[in-house]
């Protein structure tokens, strides 16, 4: 205990300029050294961390890409500090498509077998120690092992459940918008609260009874044992193994009740063939011009713009508010084995906040995109959605799309589009206040913080594309 | 030493060794009807599944489990 104390009273001592999300653990911290992202590891865990290194552990996980890799700067009596790969852009267990979520899920348990069989144990099991980088989820908590002690159950299982299985259950009963409630519940949806949702069969599947509604029953009798008089009952690995694995076969076969048949939207949609080509030759010749590395695609669906883009990109983010559009996206990354694309779920509307401790845990989508700041930023049919459907002046929208890059290149529905004729009749009497929806609002307005490069209309559709600066 | 920041549960530690023996006999009831399917001859491999088992792939450890598949 001392010794943790004493851990404790380094970190708030300390001048280097600690992370805002990096202070439950007193193991260790995260601070920015000139924009660069470098971790130090106190004395306290030492221990671990060259057994972890020795043993190869650290190595095994390194190439499988499992755990984000990071390379020893320095190492005294005081601290070791360690500085893992660069992660061009994070996103949030709120953000993630189901997929992600399942994935995300099943590494967790994945490194927890894996610890158990070299003598370590994930010590949290935390949904935030999960990012997707290079098309896959990765853990990027270094200090999360601590030493396996024999016959002791897992201290993160019931975080696991409260970050993983509760969410992905809910979501695959009642639809993927249980996922955004990690948002709300920071460390977890209560136990309590998962089971109340699910519905009553649940009570009859053996491992949801056992994994959720009994330890809800269990969390409730032993809340007010505060003396910890309560005997820890002893687990056996072998018992522990049996949690995991089942866990991991369960989720591996979890799927969404609502599985839609995503991937036909742009079938739907009011393109002919040639106008879906020629939008996308403009894109890629602005593109090309502008010699562009990063990408960010709002409204981006299921990623099919950025596929088209020919040249070769080194990171593209593509956001969309359907889950389904996301996870059709993330499957295609899986299949094609795609390492450039980061899918996440947003909804520009109501984009992620800041939020946890001190209202800075997690950082906010703008705080994230502005210092990611893409190169170009896409936004195709997106303008009417925000102005018809969302009600956001033209001249707030295009504040919102300054913070993200230099560059934007949008695409303007005008008012004879059929999409945008249908948002107006939605309106019925108020039609009128949408007065304002037409391309000359829409140039003056965005003329206030962008310049105009060029345009060009998309033929055989009522769509005109834009290629904009940041003034 | 516990270094821990977070609250277990404590009734999630206790309970652990109850599902831990309820996993036991999922597993085991899985693993007897993957092998009477695989037997009649039911079981197709699909190559198209999004994620793969649990184990890591670690040359050193490979050995050490004890897969039934």
Known sequence: MLTIRRAKIKQ???????HSSSFRDPSGYVFTDNGVIKRVINPIYFEHY????????????????????HEELSASDDEIIIQPEFIPFIT???????????????????LQKFCLEN????????????????GKAIFIDTLSFEFYQENTPWRAYKQFITHFLGPLVLAHFHGSEMLKLSSNFIDGIPVKTIASLLPFKTKLNP???????????????????????????????KGQLNIIESLYSYIKKLELKEASEWGKYYEKTNYSDTAFQLKSAIINKWINTLNTKTVIDVGGNDGTFVRRITAPLQQALVCDIDNNAVDYNYKQIKQNKERFITPFVLDVLNPSATI?????????????????????????????????????????????????SNYLIIEFPKREDSWVQRLLKSKGEFESYFDFYNQVNFESA????????????IEKSERVMYLFKVK | MYSLYFDPGLG??????IIAAVAGVILFSKNVMYKIKTLLGLIKHDDQELFDDINVNDSKSENKTDSDH
Not at chain 1, 12 to 18: D, P, R, S, Y
């Open chain 1, 356 to 404: 946890g401790f001190n209202n800075q845990e997690r950082q906010s989508f703008i705080e994230r995109v502005s210092a990611f700041h893409p190169d170009v930023t896409l936004a195709l049919a997106v303008i009417h959605h925000m102005s018809l459907s969302g009600n956001v002046p033209f001249s707030a929208s295009a504040k919102f799309f300054r913070a993200f």
């Open chain 1, 50 to 69: 060259y057994r972890l290194k020795s043993s190869g552990f650290f190595n095994t996980l390194f190439k499988n890409e499992l755990l984000v890799k």
């Open chain 2, 12 to 17: 999630a530690m206790i309970l652990q060794a």
């Open chain 1, 92 to 110: 949030y267990p709120y953000e993630w498509c189901f997929n992600q979520y399942k994935e995300a899920a099943l590494l967790t348990l994945k």
């Open chain 1, 12 to 18: 708030t001592v300390t001048t280097k300029a600690i």
């Open chain 1, 207 to 237: 491992f949801l009874y056992s994994n959720i509604h009994l330890l809800a029953k269990f969390e409730e009798k032993h809340s007010t044992d505060y003396k910890g008089e309560t005997k820890v009952a002893s687990l056996s690995k």
């Open chain 1, 446 to 457: 965005f003329s206030l913080y962008f310049e105009l490069i060029e345009k060009q209309s």
């Open chain 1, 119 to 134: 003598g370590f144990s994930l010590k949290d099991a935390s949904a935030f120690n999960i990012v997707f980088h290079n």
